[in-house]
């Protein structure tokens, strides 16, 4: 069986740390597989607030819908973990970006999971994609590849 293999972009943007909570256990006794994505979704909301937005539908007036998602599980992470989530920049289209993200232990350094999401840029009272508001894109680094 083929298995998702994501390769990380050089940019990194962002990385916040999330300490795993009781709820956040399966019956596996381990982090549970849906709880990464909303690892991931808590670090793209904290990489805007960053930026100084409140949250992701309003971003200069726009806002943003998942588009796809990938997940690669490498390891258990359990209650009581501190897990250091770092967020990457990889391909900038005229209506989307794609988000890179680690996962790993902040104190063992072990990886927990890589993941993916496209995120597009979304007017809700039309429900239609829209382009990237051009002040967000004066916010993350050069060295980002932009895809026409």
């Known amino acids: 069986m083929s298995r998702i293999k994501l390769k990380i972009p050089d940019t990194s943007l962002f990385s916040t740390e999330i300490t795993v909570r009781i709820s956040d256990i399966n019956y596996g006794n381990h982090l549970g597989n849906e ?3 909303s690892y991931m979704q808590e ?3 904290r990489f805007f607030r960053s930026l100084g937005y409140k949250d992701e539908l309003n971003i200069e007036g726009i806002g943003t ?6 997940i690669e599980y490498r390891g258990e992470s359990f209650h009581g973990d501190i897990i250091r989530c770092t967020l990457f ?4 289209g005229k209506r989307s970006i794609d988000f890179y993200y680690v996962l790993e232990n902040a104190v063992n350094g072990k990886l927990i999971a890589r ?5 597009a840029f979304y007017d809700y009272t039309l429900k ?3 382009n990237i508001p051009q002040q967000l894109l004066e916010k993350v680094p050069r060295s980002a590849k932009l895809i026409s």
Do not use: F, S, Y
């Not at 819908?65 to 990938?70: H, L, S, Y």
């Not at 920049?89 to 900038?92: C, F, P, S, T, V």
């Open 43 to 45: 670090t793209r909301l």
């Open 35 to 37: 709880i990464v994505l």
């Open 115 to 119: 993941g993916k999401t496209g995120i």
């Open 128 to 130: 239609t994609t829209v």
């Open 89 to 92: 920049l990889g391909d900038i």
């Open 65 to 70: 819908i998942q588009a796809d998602a990938a």
